[in-house]
């Protein structure tokens, strides 16, 4: 269902559907980009931190594990004289491959899960947080009967002050 919004000082319509938001769904992990977009700047900045932390960690395992594969000969290849720097914090740490492996898989999993249950939970609402802000911006609803009200009302939160009479 579409909701019209009209803003009564400049007769400006904008248009949101009633429910998921299927585009914020598909997109929203990809750094919030999408989210931003949609002025919706807190989840925004938490999709923009769980997936930093999440390419972080890329990166962190992929560094130690380069690092630590260059200690093994690979067909034929000669063993490096000495350890990397890298390699010598983690044997200073008392770290080994299994542990950061272990760590890898579980962190990354547990933010895979996080980024995908919020970006469910802000696909859900988002069209609901849009509304409200255009209505900050000037925008009130044109509900065209009783049983769209009473919907909005119900799902959104709105108050009769809320809605336009529509006149056609």
């Not at 585009?23 to 949609?38: E, M, R």
């Not at 380069?66 to 770290?95: H, K, N, R, T, W």
Request: aromatic content about 16%.
């Amino acid at each position: 269902m579409i909701i019209e919004l009209r803003n009564e000082e400049t007769g400006n319509v904008k248009k949101i559907s009633h429910g998921i938001n299927w585009f914020l769904l598909i997109t929203a992990p990809i750094f919030g980009i999408t989210l931003f977009k949609n002025k919706l700047n807190r989840s925004g900045f938490i999709m923009l931190i769980t997936s930093a932390l999440f390419v972080l960690g890329i990166i962190c395992f992929s560094v130690f594990s380069s690092s630590y594969a260059s200690l093994y000969p690979y067909a034929g290849e000669q063993v490096q004289p000495s350890a990397s720097f890298v390699m010598q914090i983690y044997y200073l740490l008392d770290i080994d491959y299994e542990d950061v492996l272990e760590f890898f898989l579980v962190s990354s999993a547990c933010l895979i899960l996080f980024i995908s249950c919020f970006s469910c939970f802000t696909a859900y609402n988002a069209n609901k947080w849009i509304a409200e802000n255009y209505r900050y911006a000037g925008y009130k609803v044109i509900a065209p009967n009783t049983l769209v009200r009473s919907l909005l009302k119900k799902d959104w939160g709105l108050t009769d002050d809320d809605f336009i009479e529509e006149s056609k």
